[in-house]
């Protein structure tokens, strides 16, 4: 099921949440829906949900006009951030329920029921927890249940809005894993709404970076990760350093150092982004080079975060693996210089 969204708007009082919104998502593709709090993305979530009515524009699925379609006649599934799980209904019952509550005609037999319920908790690896009720669960085994119970109807669409959000890091960590597995098999066009960056480059096709209620990047995780088309998804898809200088004859200088801006004008303000993992470190100079000292450093499990001083700017940040760090014996207080591998330039900022 394909979604095309087309020149979406809507806006709440004085707040314009969505700006003139073009997207298309193909069928069987996992979609991520990126950006801060406020961007926009669960408001254009609920439109293609039809929770919410835009001002402008149409959604349409699979070609069809689906703009204002009762969202019970969408065929839609969600999974929310909270579970949104009955309390006082079994495991089984809970998934069973959007089965059990169709109109006489659709609504399959007891037997159907019950065969189609332990399929979907055999999908989600839980159905040993058939009999238990919600408050018995993990918060992570209550994620897989509310992801059953919106399998459980067979929707054109899946929605999830923050769907780990609400779970520690490690448990985020298994089932944004175990999430691409399951839609690699069940391949039901999904669209996921989050502010995790990590999150959306590991789980999604393609990856929506939204800003201020505008698109400001669509592509692969790859593609926008190492091609960001703005400054703004360059420091919002991971740590950036930040130099600002001017550029002359196609270069910025940093602290003695030159960096290449061969697209920039002449005099133009620039701000250069590096990202620390993307520095190497030397003790010998180069034209190329940015002179500083080590002040800090932190282990952070298989990497190493160290804090370099440079004249007239802001500390650097420079990652390194445990391996590197250790090979190089770099100390506290050491002079050194910085070879940033991949500088981006940005000018007019």
Same mark, same amino acid.
Request: hydrophobic letters at 40%; a negative charge.
């Given at each position: 099921?394909? +979604? ?11 707040? %314009? ?39 402008? &524009? ?29 309390? @006082? #209904?079994?495991?089984?019952?809970? $998934? =069973? ?6 109109? %006489? ?7 159907e029921i019950r065969k189609k319920v332990h399929r979907l908790l055999e999908l989600? *690896? ?14 992570? *085994?209550? *994620? ?38 399951? @839609?690699?098999?069940?391949? $039901?066009?999904? !669209? ?14 393609? $990856?929506?970076? #939204? ?7 669509? &592509? ?12 703004? !998804? ?5 740590? +950036? ?5 001017? !550029? /002359? ?11 290449? =801006? ?14 620390? @993992?993307? +520095? ?9 080079? +940015?002179? &500083? ?7 952070? &499990? ?5 804090? !370099?001083?440079?004249?007239? /700017? ?11 760090? =250790? ?16 500088? %981006? ?5």
């Open positions: 099921m394909s +979604i095309e969204i087309k020149n979406i708007s809507k806006q709440f009082g004085d707040f %314009k949440a969505l700006d003139n919104i073009n997207l298309e998502v193909a069928s069987g593709e996992l979609l991520a829906l990126l950006g801060p709090s406020g961007c926009g993305k669960t408001s254009l979530l609920r439109v293609i949900a039809g929770l919410e009515t835009p001002d402008n &524009g149409q959604i349409l699925f699979h070609g069809e006009d689906t703009t204002d379609t009762h969202v019970r006649e969408r065929q839609v599934g969600f999974v929310f951030q909270h579970y949104a799980l009955f309390r @006082h #209904m079994t495991v089984f019952e809970n $998934v =069973a329920f959007g089965l059990r509550v169709r109109p %006489k005609k659709t609504r399959p037999s007891d037997a989600v *690896q839980l159905d040993w927890l058939a009999d238990r009720f919600p408050a018995q669960l993990s918060g992570g *085994q209550r *994620q897989r249940i509310a992801l059953a119970r919106a399998l459980a109807v067979e929707p054109r669409v899946l929605l999830l809005d923050e769907p780990f959000g609400a779970l520690d890091t490690k448990v985020r960590k298994e089932l944004r894993r175990w999430l691409r597995r399951l @839609h690699d098999e069940i391949h $039901v066009t999904s !669209v996921f709404v989050t502010h995790d960056q990590e999150e959306a480059l590991e789980v999604a096709d393609r $990856v929506v970076v #939204m800003n201020k209620g505008q698109i400001e990047q669509i &592509g692969t995780p790859s593609q926008v990760y190492d091609t960001p088309a703005s400054p703004f !998804v360059y420091q919002f898809l991971g740590d +950036i350093n930040l130099f600002h200088s001017r !550029v /002359h004859d196609g270069w910025a200088e940093v602290a003695g150092a030159r960096i290449a =801006a061969t697209d920039s004008p002449d005099a133009a303000k620039a701000t250069i982004y590096v990202r620390p @993992h993307e +520095i190497d470190l030397s003790r010998v100079a180069s034209e190329a080079a +940015i002179a &500083g000292k080590i002040t800090h450093v932190r282990l952070l &499990g298989s990497t190493v975060r160290l804090e !370099v001083d440079v004249a007239d /700017h802001d500390a650097v940040e420079v990652e390194l693996t445990r391996e590197r760090y =250790a090979e190089g014996e770099w100390k506290v207080g050491e002079a050194v210089w910085l070879n940033p591998r991949d500088a %981006k330039v940005y000018t007019g900022l």
